[in-house]
Structure formats: structure tokens, C-alpha cells
């Protein structure tokens, strides 16, 4: 009983980190859009290695699949939504504290995200990290870094945390 109560319990924290990243992804564009009006001013310069640049990405991780049409729009939304599905379902299989935890930003990040693409066509990105003209990362915003995180410390943990293999029986 208590292995079930814990299980349910990272469950619904895995849920509710997915809340709280798609609230303060969708914030944070609502500060980026409405407040500083960055899609009209193109670009703020905050410091020497971070900038907000304005960038309306039409496709999926890194502008691949660009969507060129409204056919194309809501087909990536239709799988980027169906994905979500498989995360949220993911989620409430998984025993693993820390791959619930992962799969919560991968969750809060893919909604914000499919929201901005449902809202306006595409998604807002703004945050622009770059070191001098080394520029590692395009530009980003909250749900992504998320959903980039997320995957990461799955990845991670199912290379370095994997199960030990039960040891060979010999007759």
C-alpha cells in the first residue's frame, strides 16, 4: 500500500511540475509579447551574453518540419499533441521518481508550446544565449529548455542509472 501511495504520489508531482512549467512558459511570452513588446522591437539587449530576439519558429525542435501552411500548423499540433498524450501516459506508468520528474518538463514544455502554436501559428521564441559571436543554442524559450532538460536527464539516467542485469543460472 504504501509503494502504491508513493507511486501515486510522484505521479501527481510529475503532473504538477508540468503545470508550473507551462504557467511560467506561457507568462513569460504574455511579459515578452504584451509588456516588452519584443515581436515589434525585434531585439533587447540584456547583457553581453544574453539577448531577447524575437523569433517566430514554424516548425518543430531546432525549425525542422516547418509548417508553411494551415494544414501543416495544426498536423504538428495534432503530433506534437499526440506525443504529449504518450508523456502524460508515460507519467502515470512510471515507478521511477526521477524519470516522473523528467517526463513532467517534457510535458509542461510540449503544452506550452503547443498552445503558442494553436494561439498565434507558431511558437515564440526569445531567449537568446550567445558568447560573443559563438552562438550555441538557437534561440529558445522557457518550454523548451524544459522539454531539452527533460530529455536529457532521461537520456542519462537510462544510460548510467540501468537496471543490473539478474546473473546467469548454471545448472
Keep these: ?45 540584456l547583457l553581453t551574453i544574453l539577448n531577447f530576439t524575437w523569433v517566430e519558429n514554424r516548425g518543430v525542435s531546432l525549425g525542422m518540419l516547418a509548417a508553411s501552411s ?8 495534432a503530433l506534437t499533441g499526440a506525443i504529449s498524450l504518450g ?3 508515460w ?20 503544452l506550452g508550446n503547443i498552445v503558442d502554436r494553436i494561439r498565434f501559428g507558431y511558437v515564440a521564441d526569445f531567449i537568446d544565449l550567445h558568447f560573443g559571436d559563438f552562438q550555441p543554442f538557437l534561440v529558445f524559450n ?8 527533460g530529455v536529457v536527464i532521461l537520456v542519462l539516467r537510462a544510460f548510467l542509472l540501468r537496471d543490473k542485469p539478474e546473473p546467469a543460472e548454471t545448472e
Design 1 to 45: 500500500m504504501s509503494e502504491t501511495k508513493g507511486l501515486r504520489r510522484s505521479t501527481m508531482l510529475g503532473y504538477l511540475l508540468a503545470a508550473i512549467i507551462f504557467v511560467v512558459d506561457q507568462v513569460s511570452k504574455y511579459w515578452i509579447i504584451t509588456l516588452l513588446q519584443l515581436p515589434q522591437r525585434g531585439q533587447i539587449e
Design 70 to 77: 494551415d494544414t501543416q500548423r495544426w498536423m504538428l499540433v
Design 142 to 149: 522557457v518550454a523548451d529548455a524544459s522539454i531539452t532538460i
Design 87 to 89: 508523456v502524460a501516459i
Design 91 to 110: 507519467i502515470w506508468r512510471e515507478k521511477r521518481a526521477g524519470d516522473v520528474f523528467a517526463l513532467g518538463m517534457v510535458l509542461g514544455g510540449a
